[in-house]
């Protein structure tokens, strides 16, 4: 039977703290070193889903890792090493409080703004006339907030970022210049792989002086990729991109009335549903990389992963 790792409680040699995030549990370790054990936790409209999806923590740590190492040339990432398929372990970082959302096409979020009159997403102009999922004239940060437990984050333009003193001039042309280099790069991959990148976030933090990319990237919950085949067609048909992203879990919370809103309650969720969505998860891993993704047995998530990194910091105390 498939089981989904929903909760962690590990004790770690070295271990500081640890903080539960929506789906990742991030353990602080001395020598400023993070632990960040990706769960099967799901969360959608900053809601914490009630059923985790098997695989789902190996699929993304996995795919991250892989991301992060074939985007190293262009920025310093935090990644030190994976002790276990669904743990990374790195260099402790202070995350800045926004972050860098790179858009090259008009959908999601930004496409319901549109829709509603907006002409002006976070300082960035978006031309009159433009359907859902077209391409924007070019590729656009577009930063939110990095909100607080509970809360949603919030869009803000480069000018109000600077003017409320949350990220300082010369660091925020950093970030520019890596997010949009990023985004190029997860471009290319992903044209190789028959794919469009439509939008993703990057996050960034800093130590001793240098800016890191942190967290994950270019996975299902950090990106929208819609398939290249037939997107011109279906775009000029005004018809529904095919696509790979954590948007057919907010299509289906929608459709069953549910925005996260007070009042509202998450639907059911059933064996089927909770398939369908580790097999989605699973499709775009096997799409974005050309390999076939081994499924890690569950039957012993919580002792592996405890065996596993604990051997790793042992190592590193001892080398």
Known sequence: MKKALIKTDYHFPGQLGVYHGKVRDVYSLRGEILVMVATDRISAFDVVLPEGIPYKGQMLNQLAAKFLDVTADICPNWKLAVPDPMATAGVRCEGYPVEMIVRGYLCGSAWRAYRNGAREICGVTIPDGMSENEALPEPAVTPTTKAAQGAHDENISRDDILKSGLVSEGDYAVLEKYALELFRRGTEIAARRGLILADTKYEFGHADGTIYLIDEIHTPDSSRY????????????G?????LSKEFVREWLMANSFQGKAGQTVPAMTPEIVDGISNRYIEL????TGETFVKVDTGDLLSRIERNVTEWCRARQNP
């Open 285 to 288: 891993y096997e799409q974005i």
């Open 226 to 237: 819609f398939y290249r085949d037939g997107y011109e067609q279906r775009l000029s048909h």
């Open 239 to 243: 018809e529904p991109q095919r696509q």
